[in-house]
């Protein structure tokens, strides 16, 4: 299996950009099988997650509310918490199942070493019975050399009593039993001296025969390191593709509990929400009570035309207008026109009450 082609960042962010137009969110396998299923997720996952980074995230602008809109705080707030949370949810998913597939490549690989790990202790042993055969042909054509000299020492010996067999001819040229006898000898010595060449014209072929084959087995060694060698090389880029795959796994499992604390957060801010949507609530049950308690204490003054109210409000003819700054409960706003008395009303009443002193004196 050869290695995966390599992708650059610049493709995984055409790929995601064109996903991102479509309406479509970009994720690992999507974007891999865009480009054609090239490079490994690992690769993929890192280069999505580094465009992801220089996208950034919308912060959705502050709203502000009409008076007449403050009971809906809440269900807009929770609407707008579940659309958070659905999201949040949707991409938890994604990474769970980036990892998830990241694993699954991961015992791929695996088990793609150990099948090479398994190949390369075969051909470890292949070698071994290679360089044993050769060894024992080796011992062989030592054995082969040994019988030839060995033949070639009894025909010299031979050769020695033929020679001597024949002075005794030249000598004793009258004994002819004798002569037959050594004629003999010499035919005997003459089919050992064939057998003795023909032995060692055997043995001659033989050593070719195996100088051959153990060139043979050598360059068969050869090919046999050389891809122990590639094996090994191959193991190693494995090895490697394995740790960055481990690598990109870490990062997919921190990236989900990071988002997991963001969707605790955002529950806290919920029940934050919640609690001062009911704050706001009795604030503005309580606000036309107060307001119409402060107006009936500055209607029997002489501030009664304009006065200020106890907790920083400001109160005006015609109207009250009652603004609390309670941190974040925000401005609650209550009209009391018809309780409070008109500027014209409040001269009316006192001249009456001139008048009905001095007619009681009188």
């Not at 695996?110 to 398994?118: R, V």
């Not at 955002?266 to 001062?276: K, Q, T, W």
């Not at 500055?298 to 603004?323: I, K, N, T, Y």
Request: proline share 2%.
């Amino acid at each position: 299996m050869g290695r995966e082609a390599a992708i650059t960042y610049e493709e995984v962010a055409a790929a995601a950009d064109a996903c991102k137009v479509g309406g479509a969110k970009p994720t690992s396998r999507g974007i891999r099988e865009q480009l054609g299923n090239v490079g490994s997720m690992g690769t993929v996952n890192k280069l999505l997650q580094r465009w992801k980074a220089n996208q950034g995230y919308q912060v959705a602008p502050a709203m502000v509310l009409p008076t007449g809109l403050q009971r809906a705080i809440l269900e807009f707030m929770d609407q707008e918490a579940t659309k958070v949370r659905a999201a949040l949810e949707d991409e938890l998913v994604e990474h769970q199942q980036e990892a998830a597939d990241l694993a699954t490549e991961n015992e791929r690989q695996l088990e793609q070493i150990e099948a090479q790990a398994a190949q390369l202790e075969a051909l470890g042993a292949d070698k071994a019975a290679a360089e044993g055969k050769a060894a024992q042909l080796a011992l062989d054509l030592d054995g082969a050399r040994v019988e030839a000299a060995h033949e070639r020492a009894a025909a010299e010996m031979g050769r020695i009593e033929l020679a001597k067999a024949q002075l005794r001819l030249e000598a004793l040229a009258q004994l002819e039993n004798d002569q037959v006898a050594v004629r003999l000898e010499l035919d005997k010595e003459r089919l050992v001296r064939i057998s003795s060449e023909q032995t060692a014209a055997v043995l001659a072929a033989q050593k070719t025969d195996l100088e051959a084959r153990l060139q043979d087995w050598r360059g068969q060694m050869d090919r046999a390191a050389e891809q122990l060698v590639k094996v090994q090389e191959r193991a190693e880029r494995l090895t490697t593709a394995l740790d960055l795959e481990r690598t990109a796994r870490i990062q997919a499992e921190q990236s989900a509990a990071v988002l997991s604390v963001q969707k605790a957060d955002l529950d806290g801010r919920l029940v934050e929400a919640r609690a001062l949507a009911g704050r706001l609530e009795a604030q503005q049950a309580k606000a036309p009570d107060r307001a119409n308690q402060d107006v009936s204490g500055l209607a029997a003054g002489p501030e009664a035309e304009r006065g200020a109210l106890p907790d920083g409000g400001v109160l005006e003819s015609g109207s009250v207008a009652v603004e609390t700054g309670e941190g974040d409960s925000g401005d609650v706003r209550a009209s009391a026109s018809d309780a409070i008395p008109s500027k014209g009303a409040a001269k009316h009443q006192r001249s009456a009450k001139r008048d009905a002193g001095l007619g009681g004196g009188a």
